[in-house]
């Protein structure tokens, strides 16, 4: 059976891309043909209406597709989480220089923006800061890194949405004064002198719900035999033994926009943060273990009460147990034991 399978290119589509490229899905009965998107919206669009049968999606995006919050409304199941963390918020060379934090540590540096942010709102000219889309972890991460300074993000700077692969050409342009954004555009920013790591998307949520497979909720007889073979492939792209091996591939065919060296690093959570080479090492900056993979409602009910906390979803409701609902453990398990 042949599938088309939707990805935006990013470090955590590992699991799906050596699904397809190692064999893992070829030993399930399936054919899997990646398509790289260029947005988290096409994406979101190419899944509802039928021109992707899967894909590599944005948790909150999933959610806010199937209750009809974003784009057309579609029916999806989450049979399987793909990883958690991930992402990081990267400043531009002159706004982390104006921020000048007392230290590297999360308090002080979100003190720094804040302090930032106030005096260019107060000027006028607020400082402009991209996500990857509205119903994501890094929007919902930017607002609790604001909070941690006593920033009011609404108030006081612009987010515009600006693709992962364009973030680091949005910041070298001085369309954008920083992103959050997952590996490794945070690296490449840092590699190509543009941008210094401010602060890790795992410190300021820990163990963040992040991207999910997405099927249509009906139809997908494929659904088991591809989740068992994205889980192997996860298990595979999890073991440090692969790392090099794993690094290549997405290097080579994941249009990744860097090195080697340089996605392994993103793998083991050893980065380099700015242009002097400083290295902050953090083991679950991204999360790919096996203990990622199932499921977890617990997940979509905390990323509906960011959305509420955002005023993307009215208080009270339904609306978590609808997206709990969605996230199946029961499908997950079926199929790895299948």
């Known amino acids: 059976m042949r599938i088309r399978l939707g990805y935006v290119p990013l470090t955590d589509a590992a699991p799906v891309i050596a699904a397809a490229e190692l064999g893992f899905a070829r030993d399930e009965g399936l054919e899997i043909d990646l398509a790289r998107e260029p947005s988290w919206a096409t994406l979101r669009d190419r899944l509802a209406l039928g021109h992707l049968d899967a894909a590599h999606m944005l ?45 590297d540590g999360l308090a002080d540096v979100a003190a720094g923006f804040a302090r930032v942010a106030r005096a260019r709102a107060g000027e006028g000219r607020p400082l402009t800061i991209g996500t990857v889309h509205p119903f994501s972890s890094h929007s919902y991460q930017l607002r609790l890194f604001a909070g941690l300074g006593g920033l009011d993000l609404d108030t006081s700077v612009r ?13 070298r342009r001085g369309r954008i004064d920083g992103f959050c954004v997952g590996a490794p555009w945070n690296s490449v920013a840092v590699a190509a002198g543009l941008g210094r790591i401010a602060a890790l998307g795992c410190e300021i949520a820990p163990d963040c719900p992040e991207k999910v497979l997405a099927l249509p909720a009906e139809g997908a007889e494929f659904t088991a035999p591809l989740v068992r073979a994205v889980h192997r492939a996860g298990l595979w792209c999890a073991d440090p033994e692969n790392r090099g091996s794993l690094s290549s591939l997405l290097a080579e065919r994941a249009d990744l926009d860097s090195d080697a060296a340089l996605i392994a690093r993103t793998l083991s959570g050893a980065l380099i943060v700015d242009a002097d080479g400083r290295e902050r090492t953090n083991p679950a900056y991204l999360r790919l273990d096996a203990a990622t993979h199932r ?36 499908i997950f398990a079926t199929a790895v034991t299948g």
């Open 59 to 103: 948790g909150p995006l999933a959610i806010a597709s199937a209750l009809g919050l974003s784009g057309p409304q579609a029916r999806l199941n989450v049979p399987m989480a793909l990883g958690l963390n991930g992402n990081a918020v990267t400043v531009s060379n002159a706004l982390w220089g104006a921020m000048a934090p007392e230290s």
């Open 159 to 171: 987010l515009v949405v600006v693709p992962p692969p364009d973030t680091v050409d949005a910041l």
């Open 295 to 330: 499921p977890n409602p617990d997940h979509a009910r905390w990323l509906v009460a960011q959305m509420v906390a955002c005023g993307q979803v009215a208080p009270g409701g339904h609306a978590a147990d609808r997206a709990a609902a969605l996230y199946r453990p029961d």
